[in-house]
């Protein structure tokens, strides 16, 4: 109306000053789902309105079947979890991470499958150490055993000690509404509402052992926790609603070296719109790379290095 913008502040002049991690972005949508959904502009704008509550949510539903049961099937989700718990123990900073579903109920199954998939790793793991302890000395003694062993405790310790928490809001007749689809939410509604200190401090606090929660609105927008460096995307999304969702990520934190989006809704397509009209820096540089660039950087260094040691 006035005119030009006086002044940009955007997400690479940021990550330049320090100010926030870079953010990379890796694809790991399950092969059930379409390569390339066309997924209908309502299923957006549906969503975007506001938090779902039971009658939009059951609108939802209705208008957008085909769409919306790709994403809630059950056993696309059980894909989900089972790569969300190989990939939150695989990473090198451990930290918080956020996983998004589409709405509560998709939430609260992703966070039953998550602790399943979980008990059964940490029992794998356990197997694992145990058999450990049978070898002979000097079989356990190499360097190859104890760097594998040492690998292994330090995984089950994560497992053992990591919380999780389900956070949506309150709804009216919510109780009956997930008991339709098999679901207990009363124990979760009691911590959310009783936890003390409260799960949003917990979840904050580096050292409490709160470190992966399930969310499908709350916590996506003005709600920071530095030491979140990953989002695991499993629900449509698009421009600003995205972008402050990724932004979850992006904290500086001590040992933090970036944040991570994990997509398994194919939100890319969104993400480059997104990142095209709030997050390109001068000369359209994107402030989200793909992870494959830090497999190209890793190269270059073991490269560069090996050169070094060659000379001396």
Known sequence: MFGDYVSIYDFQQSVEDGATVPLFYENRTPELQLVNPDLNEDIYNLIEAAELDPEQEAKLERELSRQYHILTRDDRLETVAQDIVRHFLGRGFVGKAMVVSIDKATALKMHDKVRKHWAAERERVEGELARFAYRLSEERERPENRELEAELAKRLDVLKTTNMALIVSPGQNEIEQMK????????????????????????????????????????????????????????????????????????????????????????????????????????????????????????????AATAFCATH
């Open 180 to 303: 339709r689809h098999g679901l207990d939410i009363v124990p979760h509604r009691k911590r959310m509402n009783e936890s003390q200190p409260p799960l949003d401090e917990k979840f904050k606090d580096p050292d409490d052992p709160l470190r992966l929660v399930f969310v499908c609105a709350m916590w996506m927008t003005g709600f920071d926790a530095p030491s979140c460096s990953t989002v695991y995307l499993d629900k449509p999304m698009r421009n600003h609603t995205l972008m402050q969702t990724i932004a979850r990520a992006n904290r500086v934190f001590p040992g933090k070296h970036s944040g991570i989006i994990v997509d398994y809704a194919n939100v890319f397509a969104s993400l480059e719109k997104a990142l095209a009209i709030y997050g390109a820096g001068r000369g359209g540089e994107r402030p989200v790379k793909n992870k494959k660039k830090l497999v190209e950087d890793l190269r270059k260094a073991i490269e």
